[in-house]
Nanobody, 126 residues
Framework: QVQLVESGGGLAQAGGSLRLSCVAS????????MGWFRQAPGKEREFVAA????????YYSDSVKDRFTISRDNAKKTVYLQMNSLKPEDTAVYYC???????????????????WGQGTQVTVSS
C-alpha cells in the first residue's frame, strides 16, 4: 500500500516556474514507477510525465516535453515535477501516481496506475 501526498501547486504567471513534489508513504518506494497526470476543468485526466523505478527512464507528453522535468529521490521517497515556461493551458489539478507492476512504456494510455494522490492545483495566469 502506498499513500501519495502532493504539494507545491499554486499561482504562477505565464513563463514562470513551479516545482511539484509528491511524497510517498510505505517502505518500498523504489519498487514503484511514478507518474504525474493533470486534469483541467471540463477535460479528461491526461498523462504528463513518468519516471522508472531507478530514475533511468523518463517519459513526457508532447505538450510538456522540453518544459517539464520529472525526477525522483528514492531515499526521500519523493518524486518531483519541475515545470518551466508555464503556459495558461497548463492550468489544472496535478496528480501523482504510482505503478507497481510495470517499469517500461510508462506513457502508454493503456497502463493502469495503482495508487493516486489527492492532487494539487496549478493555475497559470496570462
Amino acid at each position: 500500500q502506498v499513500q501519495l501526498v502532493e504539494s507545491g501547486g499554486g499561482l504562477a504567471q505565464a513563463g514562470g516556474s513551479l516545482r511539484l513534489s509528491c511524497v510517498a508513504s510505505g517502505r518500498t518506494f523504489s519498487n514503484y514507477a511514478m507518474g504525474w497526470f493533470r486534469q483541467a476543468p471540463g477535460k479528461e485526466r491526461e498523462f504528463v510525465a513518468a519516471i522508472s523505478r531507478s530514475g533511468g527512464r523518463t517519459y513526457y507528453s508532447d505538450s510538456v516535453k522540453d518544459r517539464f522535468t520529472i525526477s525522483r529521490d528514492n531515499a526521500k521517497k519523493t518524486v518531483y515535477l519541475q515545470m518551466n515556461s508555464l503556459k495558461p493551458e497548463d492550468t489544472a489539478v496535478y496528480y501523482c501516481a504510482a505503478e507497481r507492476h510495470n517499469d517500461y512504456q510508462l506513457g502508454s494510455p493503456s497502463l493502469t496506475w495503482d495508487y493516486w494522490g489527492q492532487g494539487t492545483q496549478v493555475t497559470v495566469s496570462s
